[in-house]
């Protein structure tokens, strides 16, 4: 069950409203409402085809909404481009690691520091040995992530799980509130994600997690709350025990065996 209590009070730090998102005649979303609340580790699940990873490109920008409305602490943002939302405080990590495989760990958590930096993003290489802010940032991230002792290893040469450990820790670098995952576990081996889940658990409540995960028995173990997907609408939404006793859910989705 979840370590953090949420409760209706708490404030919500992201809510979609009525959102839909059509390709032509195809409806990815459909009047989608979601609302996540601050302190919390929110999961986003469903089959393939739900909608998720086109929820999450609305949310942080990668596309815009047809209709309907995205509030980030209660303003709405659905028109602004990705880069104003992720100073606003949002920020995300994808499937595919967006690291620089020639440069060490550090250095690609040191650029990511940098790149929500005023004072030195327009310098990110050669500034780094002048502002301390984004160095000791680096660090504490480093610590959190559980890769300091990989810190001079090139991006590279890490392992699949460290990889995705390496993906989260550049988006934690940026400070954000609100921490976008998009299946964090994709393609780890067994011994990598019993790490990963005491991982992404540590991460709240100094951060809001939102995530969209394939890994039903973590997601049911880490999560506050759960949103259920299914062709572009939502289904139910939930705690976990909710979510795992319904019995749509178990049907479209999780199977019988998660009870």
Not at 76 to 104: C, D, W
Not at 184 to 189: E, R, T, V
Not at 240 to 251: F, G, I, L, S
Request: glycine share 8%; net charge neutral.
């Amino acid at each position: 069950m979840s370590a953090v209590d949420v409760t209706c009070e708490a404030p919500v730090i992201l809510a979609a409203e009525s959102l839909s998102k059509w390709f032509g005649s195809f409806g990815a979303l459909d009047s989608v409402d979601l609302s996540v609340t601050r302190g919390s580790l929110h999961a986003v699940i469903g089959p393939n085809g739900a909608g998720k990873t086109t929820l999450f490109n609305v949310l942080t920008g990668q596309l815009r909404p047809s209709s309907g409305r995205v509030l980030f602490n209660g303003e709405p943002i659905e028109k602004l481009p990705v880069h104003r939302r992720a100073h606003l405080g949002m920020a995300r990590s994808f499937q595919i690691t967006s690291a620089y495989p020639e440069l060490p760990v550090r250095e690609n958590v040191r650029l990511a520091a940098q790149a929500v930096d005023c004072k030195v993003r327009r310098s990110v290489l050669r500034a780094a040995g002048h502002y301390e802010e984004p160095l000791a940032v680096t660090r504490d991230v480093l610590q959190k992530s559980g890769l300091s002792g990989f810190a001079e290893t090139q991006a590279g040469n890490l392992s699949h799980g460290l990889s995705r450990r390496l993906e989260i820790a550049m988006a934690l670098a940026s400070r954000p509130q609100l921490l976008l995952l998009d299946e964090p576990l994709s393609g780890m081996g067994v011994d990598d994600i019993a790490g990963m889940e005491k991982f992404l658990r540590s991460l709240v409540p100094e951060h809001t997690v939102l995530l969209v995960e394939h890994n039903m028995p973590v997601t049911l173990a880490i999560a506050d709350r759960i949103t259920v997907l299914e062709s572009g609408k939502v289904l139910t939404e939930g705690s976990p025990r909710e979510v795992a006793d319904n019995a749509q859910v178990r049907e479209a989705y999780l199977g019988r065996g998660h009870v």
